[in-house]
């Protein structure tokens, strides 16, 4: 077992603390393509996911291999229960704050509301 901060960690801790680092550094990452290279966050946003979507492909099926939909399903349906987990844990974050968590778009409606 390792230590971190002077606690041992088990082996699912380690396999968090090690999925939170590399997470971190994507958006690190990331976060200096927009910053500090200029380009845009949508672009970046989607050039993330056509990379995740390429080393997934490549984690099932290798380099000479590629999923057939039953995969593309089961891997959908995996990215689909990890972005909901996502929004779950940031309404948290936001209700944490004291803050009124509200989906996108309803903002956006609101906002366009008040401008009309």
């Not at 927009?34 to 672009?43: A, Q, R, T, Y």
């Not at 996911?49 to 399903?73: E, K, R």
Request: net charge neutral.
């Amino acid at each position: 077992m390792k230590t971190r901060n002077g606690y041992t960690m088990s082996s699912k801790q380690e396999q968090i603390a090690a999925h939170n680092k590399a997470t971190e550094d994507f958006i690190a990452l990331a976060n200096k393509m927009s910053n500090d290279d200029g380009l845009d966050v949508k672009m970046v946003s989607a050039a993330l996911m056509a990379a995740s979507g390429v080393y997934a492909t490549f984690m099932a099926a290798g380099n000479q291999g590629f999923l057939a939909p039953g995969g593309v399903d089961r891997l959908t349906d995996l990215y689909k229960r990890n972005l909901t987990y996502i929004q779950e844990r940031k309404k948290e974050e936001l209700e944490a704050q004291g803050l009124e968590p509200k989906p996108v778009a309803q903002i956006r409606a609101e906002a366009e509301q008040k401008n009309d």
